[in-house]
């Protein structure tokens, strides 16, 4: 890859003998992005310049782009002024992507409830550990907050799913670790396990109880009872969850 000082600096693609066409483009396109000689919301030359450059057809550009758009580096505008714009590669783009993938998987019907909730306490019986320590008032507050519209709300509430996404990450991000967080809120934004969750009024008093007391050790910076509150939910969870064919789970 070359450089002119006519393009600004701009990366000059140059056809590479591959195995395939297709990964030319993708890889080098990548590396210029990664590398920095792209930058966030820059667009990208046209198609029909990426081929002359590369040497291949129009529809492998397109597949390779097609690549890029799928592992959230670029995003696609259709339209005159659209075309294929460089994304901002960031802990937020990461959440999206996983839970783009993990919302695939689960519509395939790869996943059940059992290994979701598995992965579950891999992931957020640490991240609450974590957030006893390195909470701020903030993740306290917007915590305290959704465990405040979970007790006014009722159990046909089409908003449930989203409070609890919003619970289960605000304790992720608390972490302190943003790759944990991203993760974390990954698997709920994709999964939403609560739709999973046998609801009836008890069920859902004693799931409010239990935000509570994960939201409380957090706050009161309690690390093991925070990871036990944790814990104890996801056995509740689990426990009153349905699998693919609607029963309960044992």
């Known amino acids: 890859m070359t450089k002119t000082k006519a393009d600004g600096g701009r990366p000059v693609f140059t056809a590479k003998q591959v195995l395939r066409p297709r990964a030319q483009v993708e890889q080098q396109i990548k590396e210029a992005i990664l590398s920095g000689q792209f930058a966030h919301g820059d667009k990208l030359p ?17 597949e390779a782009l097609g690549s890029l758009v ?14 294929s714009f460089v994304n901002s590669v960031t802990t937020a783009s990461l959440s999206r992507t996983l839970g783009d993938s993990l919302d695939t ?16 306490r891999v992931l957020e019986i640490p991240a609450a550990r974590m957030a006893a320590d390195h909470r701020t008032l903030d993740h306290v507050a917007r915590m305290r907050a959704v ?4 007790r006014k709300t009722t159990i046909d509430d089409p908003e449930i799913p989203n409070y609890d996404i919003e619970f289960h990450s605000t304790v992720g991000e608390a972490s302190g670790n943003r790759l944990l967080g991203s993760f974390v809120r990954a698997l709920h934004s994709a999964t939403a396990p609560v739709r999973y969750l046998e609801v009836t009024p008890q069920v859902a008093r004693n799931g409010i109880k239990q935000h509570t007391a994960i939201a409380s050790a957090i706050e009161a910076g309690n690390a093991e009872a925070a990871a036990q509150a944790m814990e104890a939910h996801l056995d509740y969870v689990l426990k009153y969850s349905t699998n693919c064919s609607g029963t309960v789970a044992e």
Do not use: C, H, M
């Open 46 to 62: 046209a198609e029909t310049q990426l081929a002359e450059q590369f040497g291949v057809s129009r529809p492998t550009v397109r």
């Open 70 to 83: 799928s592992a959230g580096l670029i995003r696609k505008i259709p339209g005159v002024a659209g075309g």
């Open 105 to 120: 998987i689960l519509r395939l019907g790869e996943l059940d409830i059992e290994e979701i909730t598995i992965v579950r």
């Open 147 to 150: 465990v405040d519209k979970q």
